[in-house]
């Protein structure tokens, strides 16, 4: 199993940053994906950013693009969402996710580990 764990939520104004991590323990070197969803009550959880574990290349949604940045520190098995230019709209729990399958990107229901979330306010 993976366990992981995510920190850096907070309350935050409209333009600022913040800056989550996330870091895993356990079998974690059999992930394959890392990736950061967020959730709203009463919506689908939505795919923020993914990246392929020990490579550079990423993805981001579509609400986020150009605005944050996943950074990974394959070493020291932790995962950043560098977030810039914060909107209201991006207010949500934001969770860190591994997955073991191949090209699961931002595809929710292809990870199979979870953290138990971090709250971002933007106001």
């Known amino acids: 199993d993976v366990q992981l764990v995510e920190s850096g939520g907070g309350s935050v104004q409209a333009g600022g940053s913040l800056r989550l991590s996330c870091v895993a323990s356990g079998s974690s070197s059999s992930s394959a994906y890392m990736g950061w969803f967020r959730q709203v009550p009463g919506k689908e959880r939505e795919g923020v950013a993914a990246?392929?574990?020990?490579?550079?290349?990423?993805v981001y949604g579509d609400s986020v693009k150009g605005r944050f940045t996943i950074i990974q520190d394959y070493a020291k098995k932790t995962v950043f969402l560098q977030m810039d230019s914060l909107d209201p709209e991006d207010t949500a729990m934001y969770y860190c996710?591994?997955?073991?399958?191949?090209?699961?990107?931002?595809?929710?229901?292809?990870?199979?580990?979870w953290g138990q979330g971090t709250q971002v306010t933007v106001s």
């Open positions: 996710a591994a997955s073991i399958r191949a090209g699961a990107w931002l595809k929710a229901w292809l990870y199979d580990y």
């Open positions: 990246i392929r574990a020990g490579a550079a290349t990423a």
